[in-house]
């Protein structure tokens, strides 16, 4: 069973900086993609970040592309996104997200994926 898990969430004043952190279990990894989704109040979620388990690729929303970073460390199953610089319209619930690689990466929906819980993220100016 796979299971997807964020910490990190919390209240930061504009130009501040967060790490979100997914705990991901339950299979190898190896073909997949690990992404951050987010979705205000009153909008579609959206893709935000990913990165191939296996080669490290990366890819951005141009919304967020300069101020996130998002990383894995293969050892821990960890999957982590540093922001960077935020702004109060990253206010949001972030989703971690699971999916097999050859089937989502660069798109931007990924309706059948794995999915945490979701941990809140509020930025206030």
């Known amino acids: 069973q796979v299971q997807l898990v964020e910490s990190g969430g919390g209240l930061v004043q504009a130009g501040g900086s967060l790490r979100l952190s997914c705990a991901a279990s339950?299979?190898?990894?190896?073909?997949?993609?690990m992404g951050w989704f987010r979705q205000a109040p009153g909008k579609e979620r959206e893709f935000v970040a990913g990165?191939?388990?296996?080669?490290?690729?990366?890819l951005y929303a141009d919304s967020v592309k300069g101020r996130f970073t998002i990383s894995r460390d293969n050892a821990k199953n960890m999957v982590y996104l540093q922001m960077n610089s935020l702004k109060p319209e990253d206010t949001a619930v972030y989703y971690c997200?699971?999916?097999?690689?050859?089937?989502?990466?660069?798109?931007?929906?990924?309706?059948?994926?794995?999915w945490g819980q979701g941990t809140q993220v509020t930025v206030s100016s």
């Open positions: 339950g299979r190898t990894f190896s073909s997949y993609v």
């Open positions: 990165i191939m388990w296996g080669d490290g690729r990366t």
């Open positions: 997200a699971a999916d097999l690689g050859w089937k989502v990466w660069g798109t931007k929906k990924w309706q059948n994926a794995y």
